[in-house]
């Protein structure tokens, strides 16, 4: 809402925002919080969605709820961008502040081919979600992927190494 490209945007706050209001206001702990992305990138409806000229090769989760309809048309995807990724998190850091940061990167089993995201403006292809996710200027506590649509599919990563962008 405050950060996107108008005027496709989700008219509700996405951010931490009304949760760390809450916990300030109620004094309540510090939160870990957890942020989740699909190893690629979708849009609902009209509207800027970058890499939507790449080839994404993936299966689409025949369980999808985001289907056809008058009013949206399609569910688009496009390998993720890494640099819009790192914008919300940047833009999210004004309310986060130093709270734990975990990234969970849902989806992987969708992807047929390499996993690739933009970089910089470039797409690359990334060896595992470990190397694309050290290229988020970003302190994570904790790394989880799920190669599938139940929680044992989901799996955790608690040593972290940095890359270099």
């Known amino acids: ?5 108008f005027p496709n945007v989700t008219r ?10 809450l916990i300030t206001t109620y004094q309540l702990p510090q939160p870990e919080i957890f942020y989740i992305s ?4 979708t849009r609902h409806g009209i509207g800027f969605m970058s890499n939507e000229d790449l080839e994404l090769n993936y299966i689409p989760n025949p369980l999808e709820t985001n289907v056809y309809n008058e009013w949206q048309g ?5 390998p993720l961008d890494l640099d819009l990724l790192q914008y919300a998190l940047d833009s999210d850091r004004n309310f986060s502040g130093t709270a734990s940061k975990n990234l969970v990167i849902t989806c992987l089993d969708q992807l047929t081919g390499n996993l690739t995201a933009t970089a910089g403006g470039a797409l690359r292809v990334f060896e595992t979600p ?5 290229h988020l ?4 506590k904790g790394l989880y992927f799920c190669y599938g649509d139940k929680a044992t599919a989901l799996q955790s990563r608690t040593s972290i190494a940095s ?3």
């Open 163 to 165: 890359y270099d962008n």
């Open 74 to 78: 399609h569910l688009r995807a496009a």
């Open 38 to 41: 699909r190893a690629y990138q």
């Open 130 to 134: 470990e190397v694309m996710a050290g």
């Open 1 to 5: 809402r405050d950060f996107g490209f």
């Open 137 to 140: 200027n970003t302190a994570w």
């Open 12 to 21: 509700a706050y996405t951010t931490s925002r009304n949760a760390m209001e």
